[in-house]
């Protein structure tokens, strides 16, 4: 799974979210985005552990499945295989002495007549407010490395309540759920 540093979406979601409550004291903001896809299982090869799938618009591709995948032979031709991938985004003020960045992971199999199954990652990080523009509108922040990121920020508003030198906490909670459902007769 991505690390915050490599996603895009921590330094939108930083721009687009800094927000305030009526007493200009920056309100805790989540924003989510999930996507779903559902494939039908066209071939299945048990040698090489190859399965294809077609998606909805037609198109097909072929994945290996790892040795992690403990119930390959419940898999059969027709079976509808749904992957539901989230990414949940959530920044706040920091809490004093808060740790610089955590992180933690869980997978969670089925226990179904198919395989399937969730896995889940969270991090958090805190950055430090270094500069705001509110001309231009964006923020830099500092990472507990040193590293400078810089993002615009959508709307002036956004930085009220919000000063140089505030630790602000980013939180990155990724899942991603698998369901294979039998073919329908």
Do not use: C, H
Not at 49 to 73: H, Q, Y
Not at 111 to 136: F, M, N, Q, Y
């Amino acid at each position: 799974m991505k690390t915050w540093k490599t996603s895009i979406a921590v330094a939108a979601f930083l721009a687009a979210s800094l927000s305030v409550s009526a007493a200009d004291t920056p309100k805790p903001q989540t924003v989510s985005e999930t996507q779903s896809l559902t494939a039908t299982i066209t071939a299945i090869n048990p040698a090489t552990r190859e399965i294809t799938f077609k998606g909805p618009k037609g198109n097909s591709v072929t994945l290996v499945a790892s040795d992690e995948v403990k119930r390959f032979n419940d898999l059969k031709v027709g079976d509808q295989v749904t992957v539901k991938y989230t990414e949940s985004i959530a920044v706040r003020l920091a809490k004093p002495g808060e740790a610089a960045a955590s992180a933690s992971a869980d997978l969670d199999k089925s226990k179904g007549p198919k395989p399937g199954g969730t896995a889940k990652a969270e991090a958090t990080v805190v950055v430090t407010l270094d500069s705001i523009d509110a001309k231009v509108p964006s923020v830099t922040f500092k990472s507990a490395s040193g590293e400078m990121t810089t993002v615009r920020v959508r709307d002036p508003k956004n930085l009220v309540g919000y000063k140089v030198g505030d630790k602000v906490a980013i939180t990155v909670t990724q899942s991603l759920a698998i369901d294979v459902a039998a073919a329908a007769k």
